[in-house]
């Protein structure tokens, strides 16, 4: 869904995403986890809570990639990408 992936968390070596909750292994780039939609929060407006109704259904049509890795190297103070 090209969510901005460094908005999302790092813990460890598990990167997650901040808009759909799927779960990425930072050094192989491989899918760890589909997307989820958090439940639905307290208060919403009518409009709103339909989309939690059928939002186990939406997270499961979702398409859901690896993402694309790169070597890095570390010499010294320097830090090498392979594009």
């Keep these: 869904m090209n969510a ?6 790092l813990r460890g070596y598990i990167l997650t995403c901040p808009m759909h909750f799927a ?7 491989k899918v ?3 997307p989820f939609i958090k439940s639905e929060p307290e208060g919403l407006p009518e ?13 499961a049509k979702i398409s859901t990639y690896d993402l694309k890795t790169f ?4 010499e010294g103070g320097d830090i090498f990408l392979m594009l």
Excluded: W, Y
Aim: glycine fraction near 6%; aromatic fraction near 12%; charged fraction near 35%.
């Design 23 to 29: 779960q990425f292994d930072i050094r192989t780039g």
């Design 71 to 74: 070597t890095v190297r570390v």
């Design 47 to 59: 409009k709103f809570r339909n989309f939690f109704e059928h939002s186990e259904e939406m997270a």
């Design 4 to 9: 901005p992936c460094e908005m999302g968390t």
């Design 32 to 34: 760890l986890k589909k």
